[in-house]
């Protein structure tokens, strides 16, 4: 398939994201590139009463939040975690790497994969790269955030096995959504750039194939319902030659409905000896249930949970009453020590928005983030606070869930996050926000509000369950504030 004709269909989808194509490569059937177009800030609006306690923001979705975290994380981000492997072999050749020499790949693709930036393989590379590799070839689950470069795993095992003298797909990549399939297209694109002969697919809507059309193309990406269509309605692809089948973002998948009925129909349609890999961001329940449904007998492989970044974040909290006394504690904290970037979370929209103003009007440089933005303006505030153009983020607790930023010194919930009921914890929220502090061994300061009774037996909570104190902060003591920032 041709650049011009996959690559319209991406840019009439991606103009509403601000996204721009590049200019076509030369190569046939490897996709367009897409760059990411400037957009102006968002501002808050006109000046409210006191927030309210209602919630009243738009959830991000998990596709949403993993488009951008993808688009956000161009470059790898270094991680010092620890890799947790498993598997039921203790016989396996599983064992670590700390070179793209060391693996023997084809010398194009050593090549396209030190033109995209890489040096030397990351965390998860480093242990999931030998074992995807090997043969015979072992099924795989995977798990680790965005920007630790799960997504040039497969796409180099889906090209070291990948034959381009064979014309007829070999390779098929399943992501729940249009834009996170164009992102792995993107990817596929730039590490098969010297590899000849091999060319890309991209199942995904307003994709057609004719009803006595052969797929070609080695390798295929698309989305659930398109590559049940081509594969077993139309049969334009023979799942019997697949040699590698991935499915990508099964976190975003089982939250997506009708999508994992799909990739398990496409699944069942393979051969036996198909590698089948299973990458995630997320390694709950519901996506364990979904990869032992698809998976059998895997390698399983995740970076190893962040609890021990506890040990770099000094937490403490602040009893406050009213809005208004937070607004002052915020006031203190900012006047007493030296904050290079930080965030801070709210419950709902109107408090951020208030939060903002009043923050705006004693001079700081303040960007917001809220669940109403489209994706072109969260990625253009978030690229904006990167660049230290606004040293304060203040986002919401639906918007802000999932999303990785980092370079933050200082956390402040100005609301805890609770579950959906607002009674009980969201630790894992806890977790993820002030883990944006204390980033590769340095020391971080998390500070939480508590205006009553309620809010302090989720504390009580969060304590207990991290087993980390949150020591008792005085707002209004400048002696006291100054020590939290030695």
């Not at 927030?51 to 979705?61: A, G, I, Q, V």
């Not at 994380?73 to 016989?91: F, G, M, N, R």
């Not at 990549?173 to 399939?181: D, G, M, Q, V």
């Not at 009007?361 to 230290?388: K, N, W």
Request: neutral net charge.
């Amino acid at each position: 398939m041709a650049d011009d004709d996959w690559g319209a269909a991406a840019a009439d989808k991606l103009s509403s994201l601000a996204v721009a194509p590049e200019k076509p490569s030369k190569g046939r059937g490897m996709g367009r590139g897409l760059t990411i177009g400037p957009s102006a800030p968002v501002k808050p609006g006109p000046m409210g009463d006191a927030p309210s306690t209602e919630p009243e923001d738009k959830e991000l979705t998990a596709s949403d939040a993993s488009l951008l975290n993808k688009i956000l994380h161009q470059k790898l981000v270094t991680s010092k975690a620890d890799i947790e492997v498993q598997h039921k072999d203790p016989k396996s050749p599983l064992y670590s790497v700390k070179s793209f020499e060391a693996l023997h790949l084809k010398p194009e693709l050593l090549k396209g994969i030190y033109g995209m930036g890489f040096s030397f393989p990351s965390k998860i590379q480093e242990s999931a790269l030998p074992a995807l590799l090997a043969d015979p070839p072992a099924n795989m689950i995977a798990q680790s955030q965005s920007g630790t470069g799960k997504t040039a795993a497969f796409v180099c095992c889906m090209l070291s096995r990948v034959d381009a003298s064979l014309r007829y797909p070999q390779c098929i990549c399943i992501s729940p959504t249009f834009e996170l399939a164009l992102q792995t297209g993107e990817v596929i694109k730039k590490m098969a750039k010297y590899m000849a002969g091999v060319s890309l697919r991209m199942a995904v809507r307003g994709e057609r194939v004719g009803r006595e059309e052969k797929v070609e193309d080695q390798i295929v990406v698309g989305t659930p319902g398109t590559l049940l269509d081509w594969c077993l309605r139309f049969k334009a692809i023979d799942m019997q030659k697949i040699r590698v089948f991935v499915l990508d973002e099964a976190d975003v998948m089982i939250s997506q409905q009708g999508h994992q009925d799909q990739s398990i129909r496409l699944r069942r349609a393979l051969s036996r000896d198909c590698q089948l890999l299973l990458f995630s961001a997320t390694y709950d329940q519901a996506v364990m249930t979904f990869a032992q449904t698809v998976i059998p007998d895997p390698i399983v492989i995740r970076l190893r949970r962040e609890e021990e970044s506890l040990d770099n974040i000094k937490q403490f909290y602040i009893s406050c009453r009213s809005d208004g006394e937070k607004f002052d504690a915020i006031t203190n904290i900012y006047g007493t020590i030296s904050i290079g970037q930080s965030m801070i979370f709210c419950r709902t929209r109107k408090a951020a928005d208030w939060l903002a103003k009043e923050m705006m009007a004693q001079g700081h440089a303040v960007a917001m983030l809220t669940g109403e933005l489209e994706m072109s303006q969260r990625y253009s505030i978030i690229e904006r606070f990167r660049d230290g153009k606004e040293k304060v983020l203040i986002t919401t607790n639906l918007s802000a869930r999932g999303l990785d930023i980092e370079q933050v010194t200082i956390v402040i919930n100005y609301d805890l996050p609770t579950d959906k009921t607002n009674t009980e914890p969201d630790y894992e929220t806890y977790l993820h926000r002030i883990g944006r502090t204390g980033r590769f061994g340095k020391n971080g300061i998390a500070i939480n509000f508590v205006d009553g009774h309620r809010t302090m037996e989720i504390l009580q909570k969060i304590q207990i369950h991290f087993n980390k104190e949150i020591l008792k902060l005085d707002a209004s003591d400048v002696d006291e504030i100054e020590k939290i920032n030695e």
